[in-house]
């Protein structure tokens, strides 16, 4: 008998804009002892499916419409909220996706982590804190007792993460639901993290439902994948059907979307255009005297037409490596060559038309973009900044800035906001080429977008780079992402360049 | 920590010395003095009480003559009540004032928070409206208006509590705290409904709701930590304004209390008692504005830890 079957869910959101269908009859199990991960894009409504179960999704504006959730013989979603405050956080537990965000910064892990116990009178607060003790353990926190007494604060994302996952389990769930654990973190605390859950669901014989965008992340660990796609169930199986066999056109979508370790041919016979000697970039700390070190003795060439990739976990320096060498960050010591151009000690002037031939794509194109400037003063500024076009020629420049990135000319008149994430960073890259650079630096690009829209945006550099004949320094933590349109990566590991890598 | 309280009290120093400074001449430079009156007094007389008080010495002598004093914690003779200090004079007006302070600011906190977190649980619902346009209400009435308002509702209608006085009668002191207090707790009733607001859609509380914790308990164990911040970082300046905003209640209850000497001095001209009022409420204001800083960084365990890394 399955641990968790829900049949026909249907959820949807009553705004003053109208009905939104969130969740349209969704049905699909989880067995006890195995994963079952939902796949979708943000908005598919896999989230929103698994919320509505515990009752966790506001109500109004959300509203269940239609459908059952049996749990152990009761169906979830005619429990009244004290019952079903009762299966929350016992028989049911949850982590979510923010680890940064979702333990309490005002209170000690000890005090967090003890609290389910205390609230469903598992037990008393010294055998809760042995408990919790022991557990932190378990999730691999290392001084478990000094780490109890500790705030949020204190640790990294990895690490709440999995003082998450252990204030999950100490009631000894029979389910739990993690909504995108994995997202937040980095690439290589990710696998950890993904391990950890494996190997506690294996132990416990627990079932889990996995909430993920990312087809990549679940296929190791789930035993059956079920695929939404707007609030529908598109496609269920084993990973091994869906990996071999995709009935569904957005399956095909997502599998194609999974970055491939294929890179594009490298052609070794270029002139370098930047040259990166001894590379320090230093912070003042104000707690030490001793200072940061962010990029520590870093040397490397990258040849004109190259796409370099730079892989690395965030702190690891890649970003100030950029940021060093387009001089937006003064050096400490070292030297940036730009075309046979020592660029540390260039004038205001010749620095100015230097960066008129470097650019920089950033992670987050919400951020990177002025909210109050219209698609088109935001294009329009570096074209007449640096006298590219007059204002005769700014119309049909803009125009054709859009159409090679792919946005339509209709848009020229909106805002930021009313854009998604990929187009934003449509616009961002817009921003970038309106100067035509010879070299641009693109510091995570992708990795606050869907995966989906990722595929597309890289695609999209990869065309732009031949279009224009661009050098690019392209800078992730997701080594396979660079593996897609770069032809050499390095790894950056503790601030220093250790690695280099030809994927050929 | 330590450091840091040591900075901020260096800091107040010259703070407090431009506000001597500035009161010490705005007073003398404002018509009349404070032996002018209708009757006619001998310019003998007058010379002489002048010399008494060194009015007569060039202003910057009676400057640097009042500091002195001051570096000796004397605020000078009061030039209005013969024969007594400004000193016992402050002293027998503050523990009214500060007494009637208190118990506007407990009143003000209890009415306040409990009608924010309120409105904060359902917001944009009648539980919200209600609460905060009460609020509303409380913030735009003066007290002048508010007091009389209260006195003859609750004195003379309902005969339950006495009109005025303080310490004469039991449950006098209700009506004058409730008048002081009632602004503030409208300004802490929004303060605390924008602080829980804020906090009730963090991401924590989720979790918190996700571990089965009952609505009240997400409430007073979770949110509330965050969510009265600024509540209490309003607490410092709060104090200080109910010591030096308080002489209209007090003049409406017939309070002998600090508030009602200050308005008096101003009238007299009374130059030492304008002096160590402002001075005092001055240093008052700067202290507990400092109290409430500390109290507010302490509640956040990230300053804690930067401040016992500091110190």
């Known amino acids: 008998m399955s641990l968790l079957n829900v049949n026909n869910l249907s959820v949807s959101f009553v705004t003053r804009n109208g009905t939104t269908n969130a969740v349209q009859s969704v049905s699909f199990t989880v067995e006890p002892n195995s994963i079952t991960a939902i796949i979708g894009e943000s908005g598919s409504g896999k989230s929103v499916s698994c919320y509505a179960l515990l009752g966790l999704i506001p109500q109004p504006p959300g509203r269940i419409d239609s459908g059952s959730a049996e749990f152990e013989g009761r169906d979830l979603l005619q429990l009244s909220e004290r019952e079903l405050r009762g299966i929350r956080g016992s028989d049911i537990a949850m982590i979510f996706q923010d680890p940064m965000t979702c333990l309490n910064p005002y209170m000690r892990i000890g005090e967090q982590l003890i609290e389910p116990l205390l609230v469903h009178g598992v037990a008393d607060k010294e055998t809760a804190t042995a408990r919790a003790t022991a557990l932190l353990d378990e999730v691999g926190i290392r001084n478990p007792e000094s780490a109890m007494n500790a705030y949020p604060f204190e640790f990294s994302g990895g690490m709440r993460q999995r003082v998450m996952i252990a204030m999950a389990l100490i009631t000894e769930p029979k389910l739990l639901i993690a909504d995108e654990p994995t997202t937040a973190l980095d690439v290589t605390i990710q696998a950890q993290i993904l391990q950890l859950i494996k190997s506690l669901q294996d132990k416990r014989d627990i079932g889990v439902l996995f909430i993920s965008h990312d087809l990549a992340v679940v296929s190791d660990i789930a035993d059956q994948i079920v695929v939404m796609e707007k609030g529908h169930v598109v496609e269920q199986g084993a990973p091994t059907d869906i990996f071999s066999n995709a009935q569904h056109p957005y399956t095909q979508k997502l599998l194609a979307a999974i970055p491939s370790g294929e890179p594009p041919e490298a052609d070794g016979s270029r002139a370098p255009l930047i040259t990166a000697t001894n590379l320090k970039t230093y912070f003042t700390s104000e707690n030490s005297d001793e200072p940061v070190k962010a990029v520590d003795d870093v040397s490397l060439t990258i040849n004109r037409g190259e796409v370099l990739g730079l892989v690395g976990e965030s702190g690891s320096g890649k970003s100030t490596f950029g940021r060093s060498i387009l001089r937006l960050t003064p050096i400490t010591a070292g030297s940036v060559e730009f075309d046979g151009l020592n660029v540390g000690e260039l004038d205001k002037g010749s620095l100015k038309t230097l960066r008129r031939r470097m650019q920089m794509i950033f992670q987050d194109p919400y951020a990177s973009l002025n909210p109050r400037m219209t698609v088109y003063d935001t294009l329009a500024e570096p074209l007449l900044l640096h006298k590219i076009v007059d204002r005769a020629g700014l119309d049909s420049a803009i125009k054709s800035l859009m159409d090679n990135v792919g946005l339509s000319r209709a848009f020229a008149k909106k805002y930021p906001h009313e854009f998604s994430g990929g187009q934003r960073q449509r616009i961002a890259i817009g921003r970038a080429l309106a100067t035509k650079p010879e070299f641009i630096v693109a510091d995570e690009p992708v990795s606050a977008l869907d995966v989906t829209i990722q595929a597309q945006i890289l695609d999209l550099l990869k065309d732009l780079k031949d279009e224009y004949g661009l050098t690019m320094l392209f800078q992730s933590s997701a080594s396979l992402s660079c593996g897609r349109c770069s032809q050499r990566s390095k790894s950056m590991s503790q601030t220093a360049c250790w690695a280099s890598i030809r994927i050929l | ?311």
């Open chain 2, 1 to 311: 920590m330590l450091r840091f309280i040591f900075w901020r009290l260096i800091q107040a120093i010259p703070v407090i010395f431009v506000v001597i400074t500035a009161t010490f001449f705005l007073v003398r430079s404002a018509p009349g003095g404070p032996f002018d009156s209708e009757k006619a007094v001998l310019p003998e007389v007058k010379r002489a009480l002048e010399a008494q008080y060194k009015l007569d010495l060039p202003l910057h002598e009676q400057y640097f003559a009042y500091l002195s004093d001051l570096s000796n914690g004397d605020l000078g003779p009061s030039f209005k009540y013969p024969g007594r200090s400004v000193n016992e004079i402050l002293g027998s007006g503050l523990p009214v004032t500060a007494e009637l302070g208190l118990y506007a600011l407990s009143f003000a906190l209890l009415i306040g928070v409990l009608a924010g977190v309120f409105a904060a649980l359902k917001p944009n619902t009648r539980q919200d409206y209600i609460p905060m346009g009460l609020a509303m209400i409380g913030i735009c009435m003066p007290s002048f208006l508010l007091g009389p308002l209260l006195v003859l509702v609750f004195g003379i209608y309902l005969d339950w509590l006495p009109i005025a006085g303080w310490g004469d009668l039991p449950g006098d002191k209700i009506l004058p705290s409730i008048t002081l207090g009632s602004a503030y707790a409208a300004y802490i009733a929004r303060l605390s409904r924008a602080g829980m607001l804020e906090i009730l859609s963090q991401d924590y509380i989720r979790t918190a709701r996700a571990k089965g914790l009952p609505e009240w308990r997400v409430v007073t164990q979770h949110a509330l930590r965050g969510g009265l911040i600024p509540v209490i970082a309003f607490l410092g300046p709060a104090f200080a304004g109910l010591l030096a905003g308080s002489f209209v209640v007090e003049t409406i209850f017939q309070i002998p209390g600090l508030g009602r000497f200050y308005v008096q001095a101003a009238f007299n001209r009374d130059y030492t008692m304008i002096l160590g009022t402002t001075v005092f409420l001055s240093t008052l204001i700067v202290f507990f504005n400092l109290i409430s800083d500390v109290i507010a960084a302490w509640l956040n365990p990230r300053l804690r830890a930067q401040f016992k890394g500091a110190a």
